[in-house]
């Protein structure tokens, strides 16, 4: 999908939005800032997987609550996300804020499996309420013209706090008197995001109202869901996060194992290269055919899941997470731009919802079924399962190469 805005940004130029506000408006400096935010109060859980082990909770049904904050997003994407739009995108954020809030405090107290479960499941909601509402606010406040350029910034705000967090809460950590002490304090974090809504409610209230628009499926689901190449894309795109989800949550425990110091490092240097991919390579995206950027990106991913089996040197840590990094930096943006391109024009909305459905998915099931491979395996297996997915998933992207599907785009129907 990016790669078809860029074209429309680069086509029109600068062009201000209405109202005579540029791109880097309070507006939507403020909305990065907000997602920053939150997400910053979200990627202290990186270290909950062992966290959780010291609760008394095997590594499988870690893995399962792990996720299950992923499962939830994911089904609240696809029941509520056509009900929510800019009338009631503030209400739906602050809701989610309030659930975030009462959830994080709620680790000081909460340390049974089933009670977890039920608050991972909140925090799902949560996180799901304020992220859908904010992507309506977003295509509401995009200058016509700017989209390409809109979207790149906006992924750097969802990336950065992946960078910054693990290592920050490493630094922390040791000052508490315990872990649910700094899921519980990272609701601060979120404190100065909530006293921007106001403010910004303020500044988009003159926006039209976009009807909603029904997807190219009726009320026939079944009719409606994707296939044929669009369906690939979507299960490459979930095993894409299955690798992103899998490392983020369970590297901590894997540095524990092997006495690496300081792992969140680990995450800093992987997101700083994914975040000056995308902000340095978005003329690559455009000018090299998508199957050589996907399956060069996984095959990346193989290898630097196989070196962090076969090396278990302290000095090799940090070049194989920017190893990580190149090959997750390169393999969205393609694949985002396959989808827009290959979906006829009334599809695209709801073939982009089910991106985002991929990504939940992956996102659940990489923790969980990871955190089986560790229960079984060890952290070995897991690796070798990991550069197996991956290994496998650049091999049937180059057999079956979706882009192939540009050729007949005029009469497909995704």
Known sequence: ????????????????????????????LALCGVVFLALCSMTVFYSLHVYLGTLGIGATRAGLLVGVYSLSALLCYAALSAR???????????????????????????????????????????????????????????????SGQAFSLYSVALLTPYAVMPALSDLIL???PSQAWLYALSSLILLPAVALLPALRRRTRGLLIAPAVKHAGGTNWFAALPRGPVLLLLLVNCSYFINFAAIFFLFKGLALERAYPHPGLFFTVQMAVMVAIRLLAGRLFDTQPASRLVCGAFVCTAAAFLLLLLTHSHEAVLPIAGLFGLGMGFAVPPLNSLVYRISAPDRRPYNANMMMLSINLGTFLGPFAGSWAVEQAGYAGFLSAEAALSALTAFLFLALNPERALRHVDQASA
Do not use: D
């Open 1 to 28: 999908m990016r790669t078809g805005l860029l074209r429309a940004s680069q086509t029109q130029g600068k062009i201000e939005a209405p109202g005579g506000q540029p791109l880097a408006s309070f507006a939507f």
């Open 174 to 176: 040791p000052r508490l």
């Open 84 to 146: 929510i739009g800019l009338h009631n995108a503030f209400a739906c954020m602050a809701s989610g804020f309030a659930i975030l809030l009462a959830c994080n405090w709620s680790y000081l107290i909460v340390q049974e499996f089933w009670p977890l479960l039920m608050l991972r499941v909140a925090g799902g909601v949560g996180i799901f309420l304020l992220l859908a509402s904010a992507m309506v606010v977003l295509v509401a406040i995009i200058p016509p013209g700017r």
